[in-house]
């Protein structure tokens, strides 16, 4: 996974900023956990704004199989491919938790960051993000199911955990049925990974069941049985 560097995460604040004043009268979206924002095969031209809660990308295949695509929280945004132009949404935007959004046209979100002066950061950042998805796919080809998990949950803890002296925090609930999907393999077998994990103290949960990742540990760990 490509790791954030402070470029982008200075970045994200100044659009998560410029956004907030955009919407600011604008009327909030609340979207109950299990519902869809938008589902694929759906016209929506609009760009969402999360103000709070949790949304997951998803994809299906032919046969049904879910496919996680990113998890996202308050602060980020999700919904940019209308920005393509083409056509229909290709997933599936599922609410993980009570979620407050805001959405914003298209030829607004494009006329914000010419304001604010946001076009070439916003080049940038979706640089990163294609870079990401391009390595979660050679992953799949070229990396076991146990590496790709700790490299997610890695992932998940850098560009989302709170961080303490000597490790990450993620705060997202997420189950072992999503990290499966993510990963491309069973529930049974996350559970199996996660649970050795824990015995080598690589992780942890605390009091408030909050994921606590030993982001050194864990990578120390991922270079030893690649």
Not at 92 to 116: E, G, H, N, V, Y
Not at 119 to 129: D, H, N, P
Not at 196 to 220: P, Q, V
């Amino acid at each position: 996974m490509i790791q954030q560097t402070p470029q982008a995460d200075e970045f994200k604040q100044q659009l998560c900023d410029s956004l907030r004043r955009e919407t600011l009268n604008s009327r909030a979206i609340k979207v109950a956990r299990h519902i869809n924002v938008y589902s694929c095969g759906d016209q929506d031209e609009m760009v969402y704004f999360i103000e709070s809660g949790q949304i997951k990308l998803l994809m299906l295949s032919s046969e049904g199989k879910e496919c996680l695509l990113a998890i996202h929280a308050a602060g980020d945004i999700f919904g940019e491919l209308c920005l393509s132009k083409l056509g229909a949404r290709l997933e599936t935007a599922t609410a993980m938790k009570s979620t407050t959004l805001k959405q914003i046209p298209s030829s607004q979100f494009f006329a914000r960051l010419t304001r604010d002066s946001l076009f070439e950061g916003f080049v940038q950042y979706l640089a990163v993000r294609i870079a990401d998805q391009q390595q979660v796919i050679a992953n799949l080809v070229t990396v076991d199911s146990e590496q790709r998990l700790g490299k997610i949950l890695l992932q998940l803890a850098r560009t989302m955990g709170k961080k303490d002296p000597r490790s990450i925090r993620i705060e997202l609930r997420i189950s072992h049925e999503e990290l499966s999907e993510m990963v491309g393999t069973t529930r049974p077998r996350i559970s199996l990974f996660m649970q050795r994990f824990h015995n080598l103290g690589l992780i942890e949960t605390n009091r408030d069941r909050f994921l606590i990742i030993k982001e050194n540990k864990l990578t120390a760990y991922l270079a030893q049985i690649a």
